[in-house]
């Protein structure tokens, strides 16, 4: 078993643009002679005027529009726009919206360049998953703390027919910059705010809930950004609250647990996330919920094989000092499913009415999808994800 850190190349071009105002600097950030393709989702920047100041800030510049990217971005609408792109020769992408947008995105921006068949961008039995050698250059305006997607090279696409959520990744597809004003993350309702505190809480835990390798300042990076979403994450779901501060610190969180700066040379665990990936395509739970639901279930069914990070977790997480190790990892477990509970969102298919039926349902998609040897040491077969499922009913 791994016990050093392992080696790591460490990269990320994405030039971050942080604060208020900052979506006036787009004249300089684009050159001026791109034709620029503007993606949205399904009208909250319309609604509350972000486009019309992204429209503004772009200035004499050719742009055009293509909005409807919907939440769990589809491979059939970003594939309007890989035609669009091509037919009137965009050469330079705004995504202005959440995770979902920028994925979207990515994908366009890949697909658009790509040599043959786009689906074969993918893996998990949908396409060859062929490299990304190119793809048009981006940028983002985030509106929505939650995927990190504004500074990483992934996406996660949904093929609706196949009831499939496949994620792909290229160093191609980080964005070139991304403008993140916390004032726009005002207008987010209390659910998608949840969503957010939890989605990233969960990013940190499968970079950092693994074995370990005695790495410091990857360790301490996850536990100061877990402490700071367990502090601020209760006050950040009042959607009533407009303190800057509050916005300002969750916004960089959630960029932060997904941007590169927790995952070099330590070991990761993608699991929860692949066992909601097949919950949100079949039944169309919320990305986040579906992390609230498997991530508590996940640790208690391997809280052998996580148990000296558990316990690290708890004492240095969650300030747990009385009890037995065994016990202070329970306490964790508990206090982390409480947590998600406090922030309105489920932790079991019972909440989401779903019952005992589900299992099998599930675990015969993660089959489908190749899906039998997650987790930091590849060793959580198809039985223990069954096992799984059936801890969250
Ligand atoms: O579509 P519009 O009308 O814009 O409304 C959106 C959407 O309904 C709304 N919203 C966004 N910003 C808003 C706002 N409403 C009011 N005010 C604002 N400022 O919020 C809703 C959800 O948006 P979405 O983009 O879907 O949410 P999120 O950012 O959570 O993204 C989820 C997607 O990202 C993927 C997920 O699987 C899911 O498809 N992920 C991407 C990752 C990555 N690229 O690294 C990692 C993640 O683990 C995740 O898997
Ligand atoms: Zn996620």
Redesign the pocket.
């Known amino acids: 078993m791994q016990k050093n850190i392992s080696n790591f190349t460490y990269f990320n071009p994405t030039k971050i643009l942080f604060g208020k105002n900052q979506i006036s600097a787009l004249d300089q950030l684009i050159p001026s002679n791109k034709k620029v393709l503007i993606t949205?989702?399904?009208?909250?920047?319309i609604?509350?005027g972000?486009l019309d100041k992204v429209k503004e800030a772009l200035g004499k510049r050719e742009y055009g529009e293509f909005g409807g990217?919907?939440?769990?971005?589809t491979f059939e609408t970003a594939m309007k726009a890989v035609e669009l792109v091509k037919k009137e020769g965009y050469d330079f992408l705004l995504a202005v919206?959440?995770?979902?947008?920028?994925?979207a995105t990515?994908f366009i921006v890949a697909a658009a360049e790509f040599e043959g068949d786009p689906i074969n961008i993918f893996g998990s039995g949908i396409g060859t998953r062929e490299p990304i050698k190119t793809a048009l250059p981006f940028g983002t305006i985030l509106?929505?703390p939650?995927?990190?997607?504004e500074m990483?090279a992934?996406?996660?696409i949904?093929f609706k027919e196949k009831k499939a959520?496949v994620?792909f990744g290229s160093p191609k597809v980080f964005p070139t910059f991304s403008i993140l004003e916390p004032e726009?993350?005002?207008?987010?309702?209390e659910r998608?705010l949840a969503?957010?505190v939890i989605?990233a809480f969960?990013?940190i835990t499968e970079q950092y809930l693994t074995f370990p390798v005695d790495a410091m300042v990857q360790d301490r990076f996850s536990e100061g950004l877990l402490q700071t979403l367990i502090e601020i994450g209760p006050d950040v779901i009042d959607e009533t609250n407009k303190d800057y501060n509050l916005r300002a610190n969750f916004m960089w969180t959630a960029t932060n647990a997904?941007n590169g700066t927790l995952s070099p040379g330590v070991p990761q665990d993608w699991a929860s996330?692949d066992l909601g990936?097949e919950i949100?395509a079949l039944y169309h739970i919320?990305?986040?919920r579906t992390l609230s639901i498997v991530l508590p279930a996940l640790l208690t069914i391997r809280k052998n094989e996580k148990h000296g990070k558990l316990v690290q977790y708890a004492e240095r997480v969650w300030h747990i000092t009385e009890g037995s190790d065994e016990e202070k990892v329970t306490a964790a477990i508990e206090k982390t499913k409480v947590f998600f509970e406090r922030l309105g969102a489920p932790t079991s298919f019972k909440d989401i009415d779903l019952g005992e039926e589900v299992v099998e349902i599930l675990v015969a998609q993660l089959e489908k999808h190749g899906k039998n040897s997650l987790s930091e040491r590849k060793d959580q077969t198809i039985e223990i994800s069954r096992k799984i499922y059936q801890a969250a009913l």
């Open positions: 949205y989702g399904g009208g909250s920047v609604k509350f972000t990217i919907e939440a769990n971005p919206g959440g995770g979902s947008v920028i994925d990515k509106t929505l939650a995927t990190g997607s990483n992934g996406s996660v949904t959520k994620s726009l993350t005002y207008t987010l309702p998608q969503n957010g989605d969960v990013h997904l996330h990936h949100t919320d990305h986040a």
